[in-house]
């Protein structure tokens, strides 16, 4: 308990799965959260279950796709709170169907890039200018970008989430601001769940089959939070520029 008291907390994607995960460990362990996504009724849900839980929260609906939205979050934050400690980028798309690079559209492209890099990116930069010594970024990729078992369009925003976290390390390295990122295999979470089996590109699915053990079994939205919780946290402080993997050892 209190592994956070005294910090605020950032989560885009907030309103299920992973990032509502991480809300209420965050507000267990003491944190104020900010919780952010596009569903305010979702959001706002799990708002209530953690002031049931008698944690702090702020529900804040936001477009991270759109230019001007993580802005305009982050001032919010700065007026409300006067500081934030910790940024969790978690939100996040999937195309349908997994298309490999001979099929994906520029049509996924955009709309994936859109929200899962410069989305990701716009946070960074909007908090990063607000952060003093001792804050932390964690951003959730995936496994995807770190081995290329995905859609083309998915992997590729996910690569470039990782880049961009050992650039802003590199960055920030002497004003101790840390910036470390995730990367789940397969989690239980209604996004996931949502995808449909025959639209899976079955070439895509068969490559994958190739180089990984798709019996693994798949992270819940708990075991990811545990590991954000630890990388936001003090106790990982001598930490930044890590890309960690967290499948069960499905990519070994």
């Known amino acids: 308990m209190d592994r ?3 910090k605020v907390a950032v989560i885009t994607g907030g309103n299920s799965g992973v990032g509502a995960a991480a809300a209420k460990l965050f507000a267990a362990e003491g944190a104020v959260v900010v919780i952010t996504a596009r569903r305010e009724a979702a959001l706002e849900k799990v708002a209530e279950e953690i002031r049931s839980a008698g944690g702090e929260v702020s529900a804040v609906s936001t477009d991270i796709s759109k230019p001007e939205d993580p802005e305009k979050l982050m001032e919010f934050v700065m007026e409300k709170y006067g500081k934030i400690d910790i940024l969790v980028n978690n939100a996040g798309i999937l195309e349908e169907g997994l298309k490999p ?13 859109e929200t899962n890099q410069k ?4 946070c960074m930069r909007s908090a990063a ?3 003093k010594a001792g804050a932390s970024i964690v951003n959730v990729a995936s496994v995807a ?3 290329g078992c995905g859609g083309a369009a998915y992997v590729s925003s996910k690569a470039a989430v990782i880049g961009v976290t050992k650039h802003t390390a590199l960055r920030f390295q002497s ?3 840390r910036c470390n990122a995730i990367c789940p295999g397969t989690i239980v979470t209604p996004m996931v769940a949502a995808m449909e089996p025959d639209a899976l590109d079955p070439d895509m699915m068969g490559a994958m089959a190739t180089h990984s053990n798709l019996k693994t079994q798949p992270c819940m939205p708990e075991d990811v939070a545990n590991i954000i919780l ?7 402080r001598a930490i930044t520029g890590q890309i960690l993997v967290t499948d069960f050892g499905a990519m070994l």
């Open 101 to 113: 690079i001979d099929r994906f559209t520029d049509e996924d492209l955009d709309r994936i890039v």
């Open 119 to 122: 989305g990701t990116m716009r």
């Open 145 to 147: 970008g770190e081995k």
């Open 129 to 131: 200018k607000r952060m």
């Open 230 to 236: 630890f990388l936001a946290s003090d106790e990982s």
């Open 4 to 6: 956070l008291k005294g």
């Open 175 to 177: 004003q101790m601001i």
